[in-house]
């Protein structure tokens, strides 16, 4: 299958970057960061400012994985996704636009300017 260097690219990508991957990776991130933050400031990040800095990473890699599967690859490389990958995806797409939406529509009811 020749395929253009993109389509290769976005291949390559969804191949190696699966849910295990994924998930490991976000959490050493995270990890990390409170680790940083712990030995700058000598106080721990709450509980809930780990849980949403997960759920912000699992955003901004599912974001990166329907960028990769509609934008890169041609055809679009479904299969590459596991059924638990694809799940997640579906859902935290589904969720951060339906909360992104929210505050959106909110803001706009409340009068609030955003820059």
Known sequence: MGGSL???IGRAILNFF???VTL???????LISAAIRWRQSKVAPPLGSLLRACVGGF???A???VFCVFALTKPP?????SPEGLGIVGL??????LVFGAR???ALLKGIEKD
């Open 18 to 20: 699966d849910y295990r």
């Open 104 to 106: 959106e529509i909110s």
């Open 77 to 81: 490389y479904i299969e590459a996704l």
């Open 6 to 8: 993109l389509d290769k």
């Open 59 to 61: 955003t901004m890699v």
């Open 63 to 65: 974001g990166g994985t």
């Open 92 to 97: 935290v797409s589904f969720f951060s636009c």
């Open 24 to 30: 490991l990776l976000v959490f050493a991130v995270v």
